[in-house]
């Protein structure tokens, strides 16, 4: 495999929160929320809006549980109202009906499925995404792209490691899981970034893999979506469809392509402006574990995920009624004081307590384990690659940027070169 065919361009367009693909997503917002979700959290549990209202950001955005104009929104700041939603999928769910004019998300996979279609279609790929197996996806896909990245760069004696190294790991990790070729990973990316125009982009490129794998399966992820059987509502067992499959790959190519990156460029900023923590890490790579859920915790790249409210209900004395939009701020509640003490400092050594940077309840991230592979491989190995590895101090400090998708500007390093 060589990871010298991507597109510097194409990646820093694809890759780089201030770029056009990333403004409605609100990449431009350059302000610490932190403060206005603590002051939030601390006059309420529930308030009527949107995050990126109380956040007064007044442009276009468009991201999961929005825009939907014509439905009363609300959101939630705190650790016990955002678990207590996330949990309850009888009264929050994550697609309704849709009203005149709103999208039709249906075939858009799991992430939009309620109850037992969703339990069943999660556990069709489920078993690809337990612990055990990130070894398998190490083997095949993560550990190849990371050293082929630092192959790139080692000669050099400093880096932006936010598109140069960041960036490909997570986007060749999983479309190289459904036998998509790095030519075309960037086209991949793409598509599933385009807000919908894409969509005709991937059946071409995915139907005549799906094809080759129903007649040779191999040893990745599109083969497993090939071979797996589902039980309709007529208790009949079938085979995925072609679409299904289509339907299912545009989730996992998208979710698996765009997260890890950001939140290892966090991890990355934050770990190499702390010198105790940097050097436990170069002392103990298993300490890089502490260090990534750390990292989930104090800045989860996504930090709002969002439930239509299934019933007329009342949470935390505020009155929702069916239909609407109920914002779970994963971020805000990651730093609920009753939780965590000093919940704003990035602190690897501190406790271990589960946090719901990569969700709560059945839609709990499916990727979670192989971004966590992802991530402390993808850390570790600069750590034993490029001797000195730190920030660069040249240029301007990197800063977190992003409102519904959040990671840093830059990541400029600085390292001892081979040469
Ligand atoms: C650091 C990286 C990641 C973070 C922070 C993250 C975060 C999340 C969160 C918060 C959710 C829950 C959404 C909700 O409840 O509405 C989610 C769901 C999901 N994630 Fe991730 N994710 C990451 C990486 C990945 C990767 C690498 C993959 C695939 C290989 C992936 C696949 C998915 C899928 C398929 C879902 C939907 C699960 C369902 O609906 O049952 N994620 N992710």
Redesign the pocket.
């Known amino acids: 495999m060589s990871a010298l065919v991507l597109d510097r361009d194409r990646m820093r367009a694809l890759f780089d929160l201030r770029s056009v693909t990333y403004a409605i997503r609100g990449g431009g917002y350059v302000d610490d929320p932190y403060p206005v979700f603590h002051r939030l959290r601390e006059t309420g549990p529930i308030h009527a809006g949107t995050p990126h209202e109380h956040l007064g950001w007044t442009e276009d955005v468009f991201f ?1 549980g929005l825009p939907y104009p014509d439905r009363p929104h609300f959101s939630a700041y705190d650790y016990e109202t955002c678990t207590t939603i ?1 949990k309850d999928d009888s009264r929050f769910v ?1 697609i309704l009906p849709p009203l005149p004019g709103e999208p039709d998300m249906s075939q858009a ?5 309620n109850g037992k279609r ?1 339990h069943d279609y ?1 556990m069709l ?1 489920q078993p690809s ?1 337990v612990p055990g197996k990130a070894v398998w996806w190490l083997d095949r896909w993560i550990k190849t792209a990371i050293h082929q990245l630092i192959d790139l760069i080692d000669h050099d004696d400093r880096a932006d490691l936010n598109v140069e190294f960041c960036a490909p790991i ?1 986007l060749l ?2 479309t190289g ?1 459904f036998g998509i070729t790095i030519e075309d990973a960037l086209t991949v990316r793409e598509a599933v970034t385009s807000d919908g125009h894409g969509l005709g982009v991937l059946p071409p490129l995915l139907v005549p893999i799906i094809a080759a794998r129903r007649k040779k399966p191999q040893d990745d992820l599109i083969s497993v979506l090939v071979q797996a059987e589902v039980t309709d509502e007529h208790g009949m067992v079938h085979r995925l469809t072609d679409e299904e499959i289509l339907g299912f790959s545009f ?2 190519l998208a ?3 765009g ?2 990156w ?3 460029g966090i991890t990355l900023i934050a770990l190499l402006q702390q010198p105790v923590a940097l050097a436990a890490a170069r002392n103990d790579r298993t300490f890089l574990r502490s260090v990534v859920e750390e990292s ?1 915790r104090w800045t ?3 930090p709002v ?3 239509f409210v299934a019933e007329d209900c009342e949470l935390g004395g505020v009155a929702m009624p069916a239909g609407a939009v109920v914002h ?1 701020c ?1 971020a805000a509640a990651n730093r609920d004081p009753l939780r965590w003490q000093r919940p704003d400092e990035f602190d690897p050594f501190r406790q271990l307590k589960a946090n ?13 384990h ?3 592979a ?2 402390v491989h993808g850390i570790g190995a600069p750590l034993d690659r490029l001797p000195d590895l730190r920030l660069d101090p040249d240029p301007p400090t990197p800063r977190i940027i992003g409102l519904y998708e959040r990671g840093p500007d830059a990541v400029p390093v600085r390292f001892e070169g081979a040469s």
């Open positions: 999961q996330l994550t996979g799991m992430l939009f499925m969703h999660r790929v995404f997570p990790t999983i899981s989730l996992l979710a698996g392509s997260t890890t950001k939140q290892m989930v989860p790249t996504d995920f969002a439930r779970t994963l719901i940077g990569f969700g709560h309840g059945p839609h709990t991230c499916l990727g979670m192989v971004a966590r992802e991530l």
